[in-house]
T-cell receptor, first 113, second 115 residues
């Protein structure tokens, strides 16, 4: 029973490039959540998606960040024109109907040079 | 809005000693409470959760936590730790309403178990 999968595990981008982070939820889960962990900080909620819908994006920066969870395929977190401050670990979680029972992936560690 | 405070950023302890990791939360509504563990360069693993009912919750790896509504606390305990318990531990809260699905995390507590 595969868990939450994220790829790539490590991503290096130069300032100004685009970063695309992918998340495949656990089998049977239709809810996806993205969190960001900055160095020496806890995880901060970014966005909550269901298939083809954004439910809560209250934690998303207003510019350069977007997320989608299409009908088919993984959820994508997209960061345009990355800056050094975007360097962080990005975690995806998924759940079934109980949104508070979230299972986390291994994370993608983004480094912006 | 909810917030979570983990009172200790680092807790060193010797193997086989008991440990308590402290967590306080604030919320204007009823909440669900969680403890997660993160090993280096890995994702978060759920240790235990409080949803309702008995205030003493038992989780994996011998950990337990007690929900105290009057003190708004949810401290994590283990009577005898092992070297393998060395990791970072996060307390989290989830509320209903418009925050449903949004976990709010504390800053984390690094537990280091020494031989």
């Amino acid at each position: 029973n595969a868990g939450v999968m994220q790829n790539p595990r490590h991503l290096v981008r130069r300032r100004g490039q685009e970063a695309r982070l992918r998340c495949s939820p656990m089998k049977g889960h239709s809810h996806v959540y993205w969190y960001r962990q900055l160095p020496e900080e806890g995880l901060k909620f970014m966005v909550y998606l269901q298939k083809e819908n954004i439910i809560d994006e209250s934690g998303m920066p207003k510019e350069r960040f977007s997320a989608e969870f299409p009908k088919e395929g993984p959820s994508i977190l997209r960061i345009q024109q990355v800056v050094r401050g975007d360097s962080a670990a990005y975690f995806c979680a998924s759940s079934g109907d109980k949104a508070y029972e979230q299972y986390f992936g291994p994370g993608t560690r983004l480094t912006v040079t | 809005a909810q917030s979570v405070t983990q009172l200790d950023s680092q807790v060193p302890v010797f193997e086989e000693a008991p440990v308590e990791l402290r967590c306080n939360y604030s919320s204007s509504v009823s909440v669900y409470l969680f403890w997660y563990v993160q090993y280096p360069n890995q994702g978060l693993q759920l240790l235990l959760k409080y949803l309702s009912g008995s205030t003493l919750v038992k989780g994996i790896n011998g950990f337990e936590a007690e929900f105290n509504k009057s003190q708004t606390s949810f401290h994590l305990r283990k009577p005898s730790v092992h070297i393998s318990d060395t990791a970072e531990y996060f307390c989290a809260v989830s509320a209903g309403g418009t925050s449903y699905g949004k976990l709010t995390f504390g800053q984390g507590t690094i537990l280091t178990v020494h031989p």
